[in-house]
């Protein structure tokens, strides 16, 4: 199994450029969320999908847009970026119910914008 | 709100000593709590969860606790090794359906030999 995968690795974009990141997790899982991390700051939630069909506001939306495309996965879009969307993002899953409802996460997407 | 804190923020030690990793929360209603460890660069990985009804989870030289009442949950980490020289991410969740972790902001671990 692969998990949780996230594309691409590295990006790096100017200022005012668009850009969708991918996520795909191969478990079954029913939630799904999308995450930044900065320094100083954590991880702070940005949106996040409990099930198929459905997507939420997290902590830090603004400036982003998601879609929950199938069940494996979920993406997130920067229609416009600025500098302060700058970050690392991670992708995570986690079964809605059943098991111990442990969450995984990908390896990130480093986010570079000038 | 509910607010996680992990204290220290960084930790040194030599090889071989035991040592406890501190996270506290404001709100006690809590469905579960994760640790976790991340390395310089990279992603997350769970090391251990401990549900709401249970007092402590072990995983080899890995014990993490929990005092849902008091908001408090340790790690104990035994006999460090270089290779344990990671950040270490204390997270909570309150419901079950869908609802996302918060997570204090690390303890950063050095373990020299």
């Known amino acids: 199994n692969a998990g949780v995968t996230q594309t691409p690795k590295f990006q790096v974009l100017k200022t005012g450029q668009s850009m969708t990141l991918q996520c795909a997790q191969d478990m079954n899982h029913n939630s799904m969320y999308w995450y930044r991390q900065d320094p100083g700051m954590g991880l702070r939630l940005i949106y996040y999908?409990?099930?198929?069909?459905?997507?939420d506001k997290g902590e830090v939306p603004n400036g982003y847009n998601v879609s929950r495309l199938n069940k494996r996965e979920f993406s997130l879009r920067l229609e416009s970026a600025a500098p302060s969307q700058t970050s690392v993002y991670f992708c995570?899953?986690?079964?809605?119910?059943?098991?111990?409802?442990?969450?995984?996460f990908g390896p990130g997407t480093r986010l570079t914008v000038t | 709100k509910q607010e996680v804190t992990q204290i220290p923020a960084a930790l040194s030690v030599p090889e071989g000593e035991n040592l406890v990793l501190n996270c506290s929360f404001t709100d006690s209603a809590i469905y579960n709590l994760q640790w976790f460890r991340q390395d310089p660069g990279k992603g997350l990985t769970s090391l251990l969860l401990?549900?709401?009804?249970?007092r402590e989870q072990t995983s080899g030289r890995l014990n993490a606790s929990l005092d849902k009442s008091s908001g408090r949950s340790t790690l104990y980490i035994a006999a460090s090794q270089p290779g344990d020289s990671a950040t270490y991410l204390c997270?909570?969740?309150?419901?079950?359906?869908?609802?996302?972790?918060?997570f204090g902001k690390g303890t950063t671990l050095s373990v020299s030999s």
């Open positions: 995570a899953s986690r079964p809605l119910a059943g098991g111990s409802h442990e969450q995984y």
């Open positions: 401990i549900q709401s009804s249970q």
């Open positions: 997270a909570v969740r309150h419901g079950q359906a869908g609802t996302a972790l918060i």
């Open positions: 999908s409990a099930s198929e069909g459905t997507t």
